[in-house]
DNA sequence: GCTTTTCATGTCACATCTGACATACGCTGG
DNA sequence: CCAGCGTATGTCAGATGTGACATGAAAAGC
C-alpha cells in the first residue's frame, strides 16, 4: 500500500487519467507485471533459504538484517524494494543470470 | 557511493571481516553483480528510449519524472534503485520476461 | 498439553531514493 | 560566434525503504 499515491500522480501526469482507484481489478497491467516479478524473488528467496536449511533468522543475519525483514521478503511485501531481493540473492551465492531466470519463470522451478 | 557504510556494516556482521576498504580492487564479488546488473538495464533504458527516438526529457515526463533522473537511470548512477529501471521498462511496454533479458545480458543484444 | 522454535505482522527512528531545480557541457545549424 | 537543444552532474526537501524491536500465531518436538 505504501506507493499508491505515488503511483497515481505519475499516471495522471502522463495523461493517463485513472479512474477510481483501481483499473479494472485493482491493478494497472505495469503494477501486475511488478507484483509478478516480485513474487518470484520472493518465492527464490524462499527456495534458496531452505535449500540451505536457514531459519529466516539465520538468513537475516548473513544479510545484515533481521528476521522480519526477511519474513516480508519472502512475503512479496509492498515495503520492500527489488533492489533488497536481489542483493539477497546474490549473497546467497545466485548469479546475474539466476536472478534473471528467477525474474522470468511466473512460479520458481520445481527443481530440487 | 550512497552505501558504504552499510555494505561494510553487513559484511561485518556476518562474520566477514574486510580488510581495509576494498577487497581486492573496490568491489566484492556480490557488488560487481550489482552493478553488471544496473548496467544491463541502464542500457536497456537507454536502447528502449532512442528506438522510441524520445528525449530524455520527453522520457522522464512520461515516467513522471524527470530528464535528470533519466539521465542518471541511464549513467546507471548509484543513487539509482532497480525498482525504478524496472519500473520505467515496463513503462515503456517491456515485459517481464524482457526485463529478465535485459538483467541477464553483460551488453544488451544488439537486435533491431 | 505446553515449551520451543520458527514464521508473520505492526510500528518507528533513521537511512536511502526521488523529483525537481539549477547549471554546465557538447553539439548543430545559422 | 552564439542560440537552442539534448544530455550530464550537483544539490536538497520530501517520499519511501530499512533494520530493529515487540508481539502473536503456527508447527515441531517432547
Known amino acids: ?13 502522463a495523461g493517463w ?11 494497472t497491467e505495469e503494477e501486475e507485471a511488478i507484483v509478478e516479478l516480485k513474487v ?12 540451505r536449511s536457514m531459519t529466516q533468522e539465520q538468513l537475516g543475519r ?11 521478503m519472502e512475503a512479496a511485501d ?7 531481493m536481489v542483493r539477497s540473492l546474490l549473497r546467497m551465492g545466485a548469479s546475474r543470470k539466476d536472478v534473471a531466470s528467477y525474474i ?4 520458481s522451478k520445481r527443481a530440487a
Do not use: W, Y
Open 78 to 84: 509492498p515495503s520492500v524494494s527489488i533492489d533488497l
Open 1 to 13: 500500500m505504501t506507493m499508491d499515491k505515488r503511483k497515481k500522480r505519475r499516471l495522471e501526469s
Open 17 to 27: 487519467k485513472v479512474g477510481g482507484t483501481s483499473e479494472f481489478l485493482g491493478l
Open 40 to 51: 518470484g524473488l520472493a518465492n527464490a528467496v524462499r527456495d534458496q533459504r531452505s535449500r
Open 104 to 107: 522470468a519463470a511466473p512460479r
Open 62 to 72: 548473513l544479510l545484515g538484517s533481521s528476521q522480519s525483514r526477511v519474513a516480508k
